[in-house]
């Protein structure tokens, strides 16, 4: 049988493998198997991927799991994963009360890490991260957090329309990410809903995503911000059987109930260090709306948005043309000029939501082929939770404007 990731043929076979040890497997661990199957068959990767070990609790389900996305080994306990010598890089997906302890085994184990978002569930275990990512860079390992998002290939082009100018000074962001999963008070008290295994609702799952766009478009850190949270159903149904840990697909049990502790809803406004402006709301009970990540940026000579819903698209504003014909104009972003589509489609066939974690790790091996520092860094991740505990103190003093320290974050040398 051939090693996994071997099946395209010689060529490939003599390319330095980069052999990976992912722990998790339900919903990102199927979005990254996915990732990490099809990188290199896309893009010309320096490194060649190997899937080679999975990690899960169960025994059964790991090896299940194990076989529908093509990895080569199974593990139970994610220590021994971290400890095998035939794995270079880890890929943490679990929920955010693990994130800290795998990856600074991983990073002390000499192994590159991925680490799903947000980066930690405190600022503590978050700088602790940080630290550790930026000591194993001197011997040559890196760590990278998941921010998928910032792989749009439309964000991605509109970073660059940012960067070079076309909106000039920056004056406002505006960003929401909307979901509705939870607009029924039935569905079960899944671990997204414990404070002690996700760190935080709606403001960790879809705020870090949004905070983390914010910044990465504009080019800078948020100064301080505004906030309010609210819980709307204070207790849930627990999940059925053994299911607590399956997220969103998870049934409800009939005869007991838990207390959410989370928050279910977050809106906030903010400054940027420059003195732009923004706001922002995250929340999972926006009736209606699936997936809505929406973000918009208005600067002195014209305006970027942008519609998770409508990937493909990127609407732009050149407030530099005549009033008579000036408008908001859509790009479809599919070009072979387009970030990450060269390797793709010809042009007008559109991407999905699954590419951006093939871009995703597109990246991340160039970075660790090249030996310089992924982006988005563990440093992004922590600059993102200080932004979410920001967020968490101004909301329980009722919206008093809170800074977000930026002290202790590792900068690139």
């Known amino acids: ?31 990254h198997s996915q990732a990490w199957r099809t990188a290199h068959r896309v893009f010309d990767l320096p490194l060649r991927p190997v899937p080679a070990a999975l990690c899960g609790r169960n025994a059964d389900a790991v090896r299940r799991a194990a076989e529908r996305h093509g990895w080569a080994s199974t593990e139970t306990d994610w220590r021994a994963l971290v400890a095998r010598e035939d794995i270079d890089l880890v890929d ?26 947000p980066l930690a569930n405190t600022v503590a275990e978050a700088e602790a991260m940080a630290r550790a990512a930026e000591e194993a860079e001197a011997r040559g390992r890196f760590a990278m957090v998941g921010f998928n998002y910032r792989r749009v290939p439309a964000t991605a082009l509109a970073r660059r329309m940012i960067a070079e100018g076309r909106l000039g000074r920056l004056r406002h962001v505006r960003a929401t990410y909307l979901q509705d999963w939870l607009a029924d008070p039935g569905a079960p008290l899944t671990w997204r809903l414990r404070r002690e295994r996700a760190g935080s609702g709606a403001l960790g799952d879809l705020g870090a995503h949004v905070v983390d766009l914010a910044q990465y478009l504009a080019g800078e850190p948020l100064a301080g911000v505004s906030a309010l949270t609210e819980t709307f159903v204070r207790r849930r149904p627990l999940p059925a059987g053994s299911e607590a840990a399956r997220g969103l697909s998870a049934r409800a049990a009939e005869d007991a109930t838990g207390e959410v502790t989370v928050d279910d809803a977050a809106l906030f406004t903010g400054r940027f260090a420059s003195g732009a402006l923004a706001s922002f709301e995250a929340t999972r009970y926006a009736t209606g709306r699936k997936n809505s990540l ?42 072979p000029e387009h970030p990450y589509l060269d390797a793709w489609w010809p ?61 202790s974050v590792p900068t690139a040398p």
């Open 1 to 31: 049988m051939a090693e996994p990731g071997t099946e395209d043929g010689p060529g490939e076979r003599r390319r330095p493998p980069l052999r990976v040890g992912m722990v998790g497997h339900a919903f990102m661990g199927a979005a």
């Open 92 to 117: 943490i997906c679990t929920p955010g009360d693990s994130h800290a302890d795998i990856a600074l085994a991983a990073l002390a184990a000499g192994k590159h890490v991925l680490c799903e978002k």
């Open 294 to 335: 929406r973000i918009e940026l208005n600067g002195e000579h014209g305006s970027l948005a942008f519609d998770l819903e409508r990937l493909n698209e990127l609407a732009y504003h050149d407030g530099t043309e005549p009033g008579e014909r000036a408008g908001f104009r859509r790009i479809l972003v599919t070009e």
């Open 347 to 407: 042009p007008g066939h559109g991407l999905g939501y699954e590419h951006t974690f093939v871009h995703q790790i597109r990246d991340l091996v160039h970075a660790i082929a090249e030996g310089r520092r992924p982006e988005p860094s563990f440093a992004d991740g922590l600059r993102v939770q200080r932004v979410l505990a920001a967020v968490e103190e101004s909301a329980a003093k009722n919206a008093v404007y809170t800074p977000t320290d930026t002290r």
